[in-house]
Structures are given as structure tokens and as C-alpha cells.
């Protein structure tokens, strides 16, 4: 009788296992239709892109070539440019209501601007390195090349908590980089790979895989091409814009889920 409980117990504590393993959701996978393509500065190191009223906005690095822009899609002219100083090294980007806030990479130290003229209104320190940064309308999101997301306060910039990002192994995703927040996720460019984590912000689990490697198809010609990076969004379209540093063009493209 008692071998007989011992035997049960171990059934129902298998059983438990194999449901709760059964239970992990697998990160899904997007496709994508590409929409349009966009001229883009090809000497360009793109570390940032925001969409706003209509506009490109665009942090570029490098030391001594950093520079803060406003583009026009359709031209891909450069309506207004801020260079920055040549000891920074200009990181990932974001606007928040009328201004934009602009990491480097590692200075620890973030410029503000006025969103319109430019003009540096303020400056914060962080005690890491700059890489990417968006917002959720609550806080600001920074990465810093790690598996770490930092969510800072949007008025005093000190940090309120940290975040680790895991696939659905369990894994660690280290290289986060240029970041944009979108209907409820956290979308992350990962350094040296052509693909973007789709993340939770409540428990850091990757929900889903963008793997953006067949845009590599319309860069030929580009000697110089270097990683993907930089996301923007649309929410009126819903369309996501992406590019990459010294890309000849910024992509407009729709996601397409795959049960779609």
C-alpha cells in the first residue's frame, strides 16, 4: 500500500512537471510585408530613430561625426541638424512631449533639447552606459548593451527599477540596444544580429522574434553597410520604420503575425 502512494505521488509530481512545462508559451515569430522604402543618409551611423509628426528624427554617432536631425521621409533631406561636440559619442534617442532626449554612449551623460528648435534646455548623468532609450509615457527605458533594461523617472531621470530580459528558455538576451515602445511592448534591436526582441515590460520575457535579415537584399551596392539598428513607429499606420547604421534607406514595414 505504502509503494503503491509512493507510486501515485510520483505520477501526480511528473505530471505537474510536464504541465507546467507544457504550459511555457513559445515566443512567436513575425513576419513582415515591406510598405516603402525611404532615401537615407548612407553615411549615417544610426543610433536612434523616432517618427513624429510626420518627421524622422535621427541620432547619429561616432565621435567628432554625432549629430541630432529632423528628416523628410519622402527626400530624405535634412531640415535641421544639431552637431554634437566631438568628445561625445551620440547614442540612442527618444521625444518625449516637446522634448528629446538624447543618450551617448560613454560619457554617462544625456542631453534634452527642445523637440522644434533644438536648442539644449538640460543635462542628466546616468552611472552606465547609454545605448538605447524610449518610453513608455510612465518612465524612460534605457539600454546599455547588457540583458538590463533601467526604467527612469521622465522629470528627475533617476532610476526606479531594472528589468532582465529572458527568451522563453529562460535564457539571457544580452546586446540590447535602440529600443522603441510600441502598443505595449518594449521592441529592442540586438547588437550584431539582424533581429528585434519583442519584450514584456512586466516580467522581461522575449513574446516574439522579428528577424529583419532579408532587408539586406536591397543594400547591395553599399560597401560600407554596417548592423541594423534604429526602430520608429507609426500609430496610425501602425507601421514600423526601420534602418540601420550607413543604410541607403529607411524601411516602412507591416508585421504580420504568424497565424495571420
Known amino acids: 500500500m505504502i509503494y503503491l502512494i509512493r507510486v501515485l505521488v510520483l505520477i501526480f509530481f511528473a505530471a505537474?512537471?510536464?504541465?507546467?512545462?507544457?504550459a511555457r508559451d513559445e515566443a512567436e515569430s513575425y513576419a513582415y510585408k515591406v510598405i516603402n522604402a525611404y532615401p537615407h543618409d548612407k553615411n549615417a551611423f544610426t543610433q536612434g530613430l523616432s517618427y513624429d509628426d510626420g518627421f524622422f528624427y535621427e541620432s547619429t554617432g561616432l565621435s567628432g561625426a554625432s549629430s541630432l536631425r529632423r528628416i523628410e521621409p519622402s527626400t530624405g533631406n535634412i531640415l535641421r541638424q544639431r552637431k554634437i561636440e566631438?568628445?561625445?559619442f551620440a547614442e540612442g534617442m527618444t521625444i518625449h512631449q516637446n522634448r528629446i532626449i538624447q543618450l551617448t554612449w560613454k560619457s554617462r551623460k544625456g542631453f534634452i533639447y527642445d523637440k522644434d528648435s533644438f536648442?539644449?534646455?538640460?543635462?542628466?548623468?546616468?552611472?552606465?552606459?547609454?545605448w538605447g532609450i524610449t518610453h513608455d509615457g510612465k518612465y524612460f527605458i534605457l539600454s546599455?548593451?547588457?540583458?538590463?533594461?533601467?526604467?527612469?523617472?521622465?522629470?528627475?531621470f533617476e532610476e526606479a527599477y531594472k528589468l532582465e530580459v529572458r527568451d522563453e528558455s529562460g535564457s539571457a538576451i544580452f546586446g540590447l540596444n535602440e529600443l522603441e515602445y510600441i502598443e505595449g511592448k518594449i521592441y529592442a534591436n540586438i547588437w550584431k544580429t539582424?533581429?528585434?526582441?519583442?519584450?514584456?515590460?512586466?516580467?522581461g520575457r522575449v513574446c516574439a522574434w522579428l528577424d529583419l535579415s532579408g532587408l539586406r537584399q536591397f543594400n547591395k551596392g553599399q560597401i560600407k553597410i554596417d548592423v541594423l539598428n534604429g526602430i520608429a513607429y507609426n500609430n496610425k499606420t501602425r507601421h514600423l520604420y526601420v534602418t540601420g547604421k550607413l543604410?541607403?534607406?529607411i524601411f516602412?514595414?507591416?508585421l504580420i503575425g504568424k497565424n495571420e
Do not use: H, M, Q
Request: charged letters at 20%; a negative charge; proline letters at 6%.
Open 16 to 22: 505537474s512537471y510536464t504541465f507546467a512545462e507544457g
Open 86 to 88: 566631438g568628445e561625445f
Open 119 to 130: 536648442e539644449l534646455i538640460g543635462v542628466f548623468n546616468y552611472p552606465f552606459e547609454g
Open 144 to 156: 546599455d548593451g547588457s540583458a538590463t533594461l533601467r526604467f527612469l523617472n521622465l522629470n528627475t
Open 194 to 203: 539582424d533581429k528585434v526582441a519583442v519584450i514584456s515590460p512586466d516580467s
Open 247 to 249: 543604410w541607403p534607406n
Open 252 to 254: 516602412e514595414i507591416k
